[in-house]
């Protein structure tokens, strides 16, 4: 249900572009291009006096490809940080399905360019491991099945969790990640897999052997990381599929869901839509 005050923002049109605009420029205006502040201002245009370069209020952000009204672009907002799928806003929202998509297509856009951003390197006890994303296939199971998408996964206990689509699971492919986003000196915990053999020589390395149906013994498991993955694969199902060019969005989505599971989300993303997109 929603409340109040999120009733108000989506069902006006200047409190929910006021909103924005806030969130955009806090107290005052700039130049996006050399940061001057004294402007020319004409009809939600403006125009630097120093570099003569023009500019609207969310110039080069992702709410700029997003020709919707405000309003509804904040009911929309409210709607995926609840975690409602493209499909099921008719019941809230007249908007079309085709106009949805691409407004949550572009939202897990700017969570993804802000994850890869802002990506620290994990620490202390670290949990590793990876898993086979999509519904059931005819034909060989196991790591070889076709149409799958590989996950790579790293867990900080009590902490945050980095993922990696990979095209496969050797030592080649999961080393470097390991080494560039984790801390020299940290515990790893894994599985038998042959590919981590070579954790012990960057920190201490503790294994669970599944093959032995060892699963915890003592703080040593991957029930966390474990735990992720089958939070991620929750999510994925109610979406009723995922288009396999965009997994890596709903992936960087579920991640950064997961890793604010304590905070509300609705203004952390808000925010990330006036952010300027990052060149590619």
Known sequence: MLDNQTISLATSLPKSRRFFVKLRWGGRRVCPRCGERKLWRGDERFRCIRCR?????????????????????????????????????????????????????????????????????????????????????????GWGAEGKKLVFGMYQRNGKVITFPVPNRRRATLLPLVLEHTRRGSIYYTDDYHGYGVLSFRGRHHRVSHRKEEYVSGRTHINGIEGFFSYAKTWLYHYRGVPSQYFHLYLKEIEFRFNHREEDIFPLVAELLVKSVPDR
């Open 53 to 141: 370069y023009p500019f609207s209020d969310f110039t080069g952000t992702y709410l700029e490809r997003l020709r919707i009204p405000f309003n509804q672009l904040a009911h929309l907002l409210y709607l995926f940080c609840l975690g409602v799928p493209a499909y099921r806003t008719r019941f809230y929202l007249a908007c079309s399905l085709s106009t949805t998509q691409k407004v949550f297509r572009i939202i897990r856009e700017a969570i993804y360019d802000a994850s890869l951003q802002e990506m620290e390197s994990l620490s202390g006890e670290l949990e590793l491991d990876e898993t086979l994303f999509g519904g059931r296939r005819k034909g060989k199971r």
